[in-house]
C-alpha cells in the first residue's frame, strides 16, 4: 500500500521537476521596437513582447529589433544577427549585479542601464567587451572578426592579443579569433573594407534607423560610406525642377510676340483715314458740283450761252439759204 501511495508523490515531484525550469526563465526585458522578422525561443517577437533568460534572439537578413531590459539598458541587434541573453542575476528591481550576452554574429548598439559597470560584459568569438557606463556599437563577422566603435564613456577590448582601451569618441578596435588586434584609433569608412562587408555597423553609416533616445548617438564621419546616404545625394539633381522655373521667363516672351499686333491695330486702321484722302480722285464730283454751280449764272453757264449762240447762228445761215434760193429762183423766172 505504501508503495502505492508512492506513486502519486512521485508523479507530483516530476511534474514539479517538469515545470521548474519553465519557472525559472524569468523575463529579463521586453521588445520596444521590430522590424521585418525577429524571433525568439518560443517563435516570433512582436513589439512588447517579453525577453528572458537563455533565450536566443535572431534576425533576418532586413530585421531588426531594440531591446530594454528591467535596469535600463538597450540593445539593438540588427539585421542578420545572433545573440544570447547568457546571464542576468537580479540585484534588485532597479539593477542587476551580472548581465551578460553572447554575441554569435551580426550587429548591435549597447547602452548601459542603471547597473554598475562590472555588472556588464559582452562576449564576442574575438574577445570580451568590458563596459564603463557606455555606449558602443559593434560587429561580429562569419568569421568571428570583431570591430567595437566607442559613442560614449569608456570601453576595452579583451582577446588573445592582449587588451586595448577605448577613452574616446569614435575610438575604434578590430580583432580577430587568432588575437591579431588592431591599435585603436579614429574610425573611418576604410573600416568597412577592413571587415569586408559594406553592412557592416549599420547604425553608424544609416543603413538602419533607430529609434528613440539610442538612435540620436552614432555619427563618426561613417555616413558618407552608406549606399543610402549616396541615395540621400541624389535629391540635388531633383533640382531638375529648376529648368521648370526658366518656363516663367519662356511665358513672358509670348506675351512678347503679341506686342508687334498692338501697332499693328492702329497701323492697320491708317487706311480707313486715308480713305478721304483716297477720295481725292472723286473730285469730278466737284466739277460737277461746278457746272451745277454755273446754274446760278455765274461763269459757268458760259458753255450753254455758247450751245444758245450756235443754235442761233444755224438758224441765221438756214434762213439765208432760204433767201438765195428764193433770189436764185427768181433770178431764173426773169430770164
Same mark, same amino acid.
Given at each position: 500500500?505504501?508503495?502505492?501511495?508512492?506513486?502519486?508523490?512521485?508523479?507530483?515531484?516530476?511534474?514539479?521537476?517538469?515545470?521548474?525550469?519553465?519557472?525559472?526563465?524569468?523575463?529579463?526585458?521586453?521588445?520596444?521596437?521590430?522590424?521585418? !522578422?525577429?524571433?525568439?525561443?518560443?517563435?516570433?517577437?512582436?513589439?512588447?513582447?517579453?525577453?528572458?533568460?537563455?533565450?536566443?534572439? %535572431?534576425?533576418?537578413?532586413?530585421?531588426?529589433? !531594440?531591446?530594454?531590459?528591467?535596469?535600463?539598458?538597450? $540593445?539593438?541587434?540588427?539585421?542578420?544577427?545572433?545573440?544570447?541573453?547568457?546571464?542576468?542575476?537580479?540585484?534588485?528591481?532597479?539593477?542587476?549585479? %551580472?548581465?551578460?550576452?553572447?554575441?554569435? %554574429?551580426?550587429?548591435?548598439?549597447?547602452?548601459?542601464?542603471?547597473?554598475?559597470?562590472?555588472?556588464?560584459?559582452?562576449?564576442?568569438?574575438?574577445?570580451?567587451?568590458?563596459?564603463?557606463?557606455?555606449?558602443?556599437?559593434?560587429?561580429?563577422?562569419?568569421?568571428?572578426?570583431?570591430?567595437?566603435?566607442?559613442?560614449?564613456?569608456?570601453?576595452?577590448?579583451?582577446?588573445?592579443?592582449?587588451?586595448? !582601451? $577605448?577613452?574616446?569618441?569614435?575610438?575604434?578596435?578590430?580583432?580577430?579569433?587568432?588575437?591579431?588586434?588592431?591599435?585603436?584609433?579614429?574610425?573611418?569608412?576604410?573600416?568597412?573594407?577592413? $571587415?569586408?562587408?559594406?553592412?557592416?555597423?549599420?547604425?553608424?553609416?544609416?543603413? !538602419?534607423?533607430?529609434?528613440?533616445?539610442?538612435?540620436? $548617438?552614432?555619427?563618426?564621419?561613417?555616413?558618407?560610406?552608406?549606399?543610402?546616404?549616396?541615395?540621400?545625394?541624389?535629391?540635388?539633381?531633383?533640382?531638375?525642377?529648376?529648368?521648370?522655373?526658366?518656363?516663367?521667363?519662356?511665358?513672358?516672351?509670348?506675351?512678347?510676340?503679341?506686342?508687334?499686333?498692338?501697332?499693328?491695330?492702329?497701323?492697320?486702321?491708317?487706311?480707313?483715314?486715308?480713305?478721304?484722302?483716297?477720295?481725292?480722285?472723286?473730285?469730278?464730283?466737284?466739277?460737277?458740283?461746278?457746272?451745277?454751280?454755273?446754274?446760278?449764272?455765274?461763269?459757268?453757264?458760259?458753255?450753254?450761252?455758247?450751245?444758245?449762240?450756235?443754235?442761233?447762228?444755224?438758224?441765221?445761215?438756214?434762213?439765208?439759204?432760204?433767201?438765195?434760193?428764193?433770189?436764185?429762183?427768181?433770178?431764173?423766172?426773169?430770164?
Amino acid at each position: 500500500m505504501w508503495g502505492w501511495r508512492a506513486v502519486p508523490v512521485a508523479m507530483l515531484g516530476i511534474a514539479l521537476n517538469g515545470a521548474w525550469p519553465a519557472l525559472a526563465a524569468e523575463p529579463v526585458g521586453q521588445a520596444v521596437v521590430i522590424k521585418t !522578422q525577429v524571433t525568439g525561443q518560443s517563435g516570433p517577437i512582436e513589439v512588447d513582447t517579453r525577453v528572458h533568460r537563455n533565450e536566443r534572439i %535572431k534576425t533576418s537578413q532586413s530585421g531588426l529589433g !531594440q531591446f530594454v531590459f528591467r535596469d535600463g539598458t538597450k $540593445l539593438a541587434v540588427g539585421w542578420g544577427s545572433s545573440v544570447v541573453i547568457d546571464k542576468y542575476v537580479f540585484d534588485d528591481s532597479q539593477s542587476v549585479k %551580472k548581465l551578460t550576452i553572447r554575441a554569435a %554574429k551580426g550587429t548591435f548598439r549597447w547602452v548601459s542601464g542603471n547597473s554598475s559597470s562590472s555588472a556588464y560584459q559582452i562576449l564576442t568569438p574575438a574577445g570580451t567587451i568590458g563596459v564603463r557606463g557606455t555606449a558602443f556599437d559593434f560587429y561580429v563577422g562569419p568569421d568571428g572578426t570583431t570591430a567595437v566603435v566607442l559613442l560614449n564613456g569608456a570601453a576595452s577590448f579583451c582577446g588573445p592579443g592582449g587588451c586595448r !582601451q $577605448l577613452q574616446q569618441r569614435c575610438d575604434c578596435v578590430v580583432a580577430k579569433p587568432n588575437g591579431d588586434m588592431s591599435a585603436a584609433r579614429r574610425v573611418d569608412p576604410s573600416i568597412l573594407a577592413t $571587415l569586408g562587408n559594406q553592412r557592416a555597423l549599420p547604425f553608424l553609416s544609416g543603413n !538602419q534607423r533607430l529609434a528613440g533616445g539610442i538612435g540620436m $548617438l552614432g555619427g563618426c564621419n561613417m555616413a558618407s560610406a552608406a549606399p543610402e546616404r549616396k541615395d540621400r545625394a541624389r535629391p540635388p539633381p531633383a533640382v531638375a525642377p529648376a529648368p521648370q522655373r526658366q518656363d516663367p521667363p519662356q511665358r513672358q516672351a509670348e506675351p512678347q510676340k503679341e506686342r508687334p499686333n498692338k501697332p499693328d491695330k492702329p497701323h492697320h486702321d491708317r487706311p480707313h483715314h486715308d480713305k478721304p484722302h483716297h477720295d481725292k480722285p472723286d473730285r469730278p464730283d466737284k466739277h460737277d458740283g461746278h457746272g451745277r454751280h454755273d446754274d446760278d449764272g455765274k461763269p459757268g453757264n458760259h458753255g450753254l450761252d455758247h450751245r444758245g449762240h450756235e443754235r442761233h447762228h444755224d438758224r441765221d445761215r438756214d434762213h439765208d439759204n432760204d433767201r438765195n434760193r428764193d433770189r436764185g429762183h427768181n433770178f431764173n423766172r426773169g430770164r
